[in-house]
């Protein structure tokens, strides 16, 4: 069984989310099974195919479809066509990708990180379960809307769902306390959820 330290759903889901980001998936279902966050989900195939490239070839390729959308604009809409994924990772994966993040980062741990990422929304998710000192089984989430189940610390099944309004006022509230910082317009006694 993982070891699960202080913070640790907030740690691993943010770094899944990091690893995702790249995919800009339409949808994602993250579950603990065993030893393993297994993520899967739908993303666009040409999403897919640029995750597999380096950076440099997403770069060109990127800056060649610029170049000829401006030289010559599209006749049509673009056909989008979705694709599944999957993902596992371990704790030797959530440790290797956290330190890759970091490195990016020049480890500037204390920047104020960007709210709207994957990472960061998954992160948020990973706080509310463990500030429950709780277990996640299972999260969806959508462009809409985001429902996570977990098991609190007596080992009851929860449930709870947030649109994107909910979740940004929820991010914001846990940046504010991060920074000790007051929201501009917010009252001292936010509602919790």
Partial sequence: MMEQT??????????IGQDLAALVPESVTIELQDEAF???????????????????????????????????????EPELEFVSFSRTYGTDDINR???QATQQRGGRAD??????TLGER????GKVIDARNGRIVKIFKDLH?????????EGRSCKEEMNNTELY????????????????????SAPTK
Avoid: N, W
């Fill in 122 to 125: 998954l992160r948020t998710i």
């Fill in 38 to 76: 297994v993520a899967q989900g739908l993303c666009t195939k040409s999403r897919m195919e640029e995750s597999g490239t380096s950076s440099l070839a997403s770069l060109k390729k990127a800056f060649g479809k610029m170049a000829s959308a401006i030289v010559r604009p599209p006749m049509r």
């Fill in 111 to 116: 920047a104020m990180p960007d709210i709207y």
């Fill in 145 to 153: 809307q985001v429902v996570f189940e977990y098991l609190d610390a």
């Fill in 97 to 99: 990708l956290d330190t």
């Fill in 169 to 188: 006022q929820l991010q914001q509230r846990y940046a504010t306390e991060r920074t000790g910082a007051e929201e501009p317009g917010a009252s001292s």
């Fill in 6 to 15: 202080a913070g640790f759903h907030a740690r691993a889901l943010r770094v």
